[in-house]
């Protein structure tokens, strides 16, 4: 089955819908304007229930079918925020708002899930309930661990939860899914290194020197993956921010290191925290100073569950045909905070192709408006297949 006829005559729609969405983005959890419109709109398509305010700004819909005898309820869920680049896209509906774009297809995202629900709720062609989920502060902020605390699962009794995220350099319209872990478990870490001021020509001799600390240990991190880290798996330890000093004459009392890791497997991911901390403190104790270690963990794996990923690859294929579904995609080191939804119920993450562009996060970043049909009709298709009618 192709795109769904009723989707492909929203497709002008879902593209007004998305323009405006990006001429007015928003950051994280203010993503006010944003979460009206998409409340307003699917009151207007005649959803069952609509509640607003989960996660402090999530807006959730509840659709039901012409029947509910199988007791199956299903969600599918969007992110709403944008991200704070300024924007050079040049598209005649850039941002209105300076120094902030949805750099990151959030728009399509919500727009395509609008036609969703705007198509299920006038077609209730299902058995069961379909929960459309749209969340705030993805980029970052945790939205969805927000919405999963508050709630979210356990109030609608969703029992199991899809994503979608555009993906440029994948072929227009083309799905790419995998069983297991398709985006990395992304964590923040900041060393203070702490030594002993002094003059740096004339007695660096009496001084401890942070710049040096912290340079042996930016160079001794990378020793983590190389060999510590199974060959056979994969990890990232970046060390991004660098700061010290004040005069070019001075040695600094302190030096903060910052940077990102990630990882692919939840042991990895805790053999990576505790080497760092191990590292920095040696070291710097080696050389008279004293480093602290913050490891903060943000976002974790995000795991598709096997029997989800098997559906949501079929349901792909049923849209687009098999040639353009790739159901062994090999996982990217990025991040995503659905995975607190994949913790928290069973479920899978697709990848949908935008064609050749600027990646995700760039200033010239622009979404292909051609996919909305294909996004839209695989969240239809998924309920309708999933929980079919009879």
């Not at 002008?12 to 323009?19: F, I, N, V």
């Not at 290194?193 to 001084?207: D, E, I, Q």
């Not at 008279?288 to 989800?308: C, D, F, L």
Request: charged share 20%; net charge negative.
């Amino acid at each position: 089955m192709p795109i769904v006829n009723r989707i492909a005559a929203l497709a002008d729609d879902m593209a007004a819908w998305r323009h405006d969405f990006h001429e007015h983005p928003e950051l994280l959890y203010e993503v006010h304007r944003t979460a009206g419109i998409v409340a307003d709109k699917l009151r207007e398509f005649g959803c069952d229930e609509v509640v607003t305010g989960i996660g402090r700004t999530g807006v959730v819909g509840v659709i039901h079918g012409r029947k509910n005898t199988s007791g199956r309820t299903i969600g599918l869920r969007a992110d709403m925020d944008a991200l704070p680049i300024e924007e050079t896209s040049g598209v005649p509906y850039a941002s209105k708002t300076p120094g902030l774009m949805h750099a990151c297809g959030h728009d399509g995202h919500t727009a395509m899930l609008l036609g969703a629900a705007k198509y299920l709720a006038e077609t209730r062609n299902f058995d069961g309930t379909a929960v459309v989920i749209f969340q705030p502060a993805e980029e970052g902020g945790a939205g969805g661990k927000a919405m999963v605390d508050d709630g979210l699962m356990t109030r609608w009794g969703v029992q199991e939860v899809y994503g979608l995220h555009n993906m440029p350099g994948i072929p227009e319209g083309h799905f790419a899914i995998n069983s297991g872990a398709m985006l990395a478990a992304a964590d923040s870490v900041e060393i203070k290194v702490t030594g002993k001021g002094g003059h740096g020509g004339l007695s660096p001799h009496k001084a401890v020197d942070t710049v040096l600390i912290g340079a042996q240990i930016v160079t001794a991190l990378q020793s983590i993956v190389a060999r510590n880290v199974d060959p056979l798996k994969s990890a990232v330890v970046s060390i991004t921010m660098f700061h010290t000093g004040t005069a070019f004459n001075i040695i600094p009392e302190t030096a903060e290191l910052k940077g990102t890791v990630r990882a692919l497997d939840p042991a990895v991911r805790d053999l990576l925290e505790r080497r760092i901390g191990e590292i920095a403190d040696s070291i710097a104790r080696a050389y008279g100073g004293s480093a602290e270690t913050k490891y903060t963990r943000m976002y974790p794996v995000t795991m598709n569950h096997a029997q989800q990923a098997e559906v949501a690859a079929e349901v792909a294929r049923d849209v687009v045909g098999s040639d353009h579904v790739n159901d062994r995609v090999l996982p990217l080191m990025g991040g995503e905070d659905f995975a607190f939804m994949l913790e928290a119920r069973p479920g899978a993450f697709v990848f949908l192709g935008m064609g050749d562009g600027n990646e995700c996060h760039h200033p010239a970043y622009r979404f292909n408006d051609n996919v909305l049909g294909h996004g839209a009709s695989y969240w239809v298709r998924l309920i309708e297949k999933s929980m079919p009618a009879g």
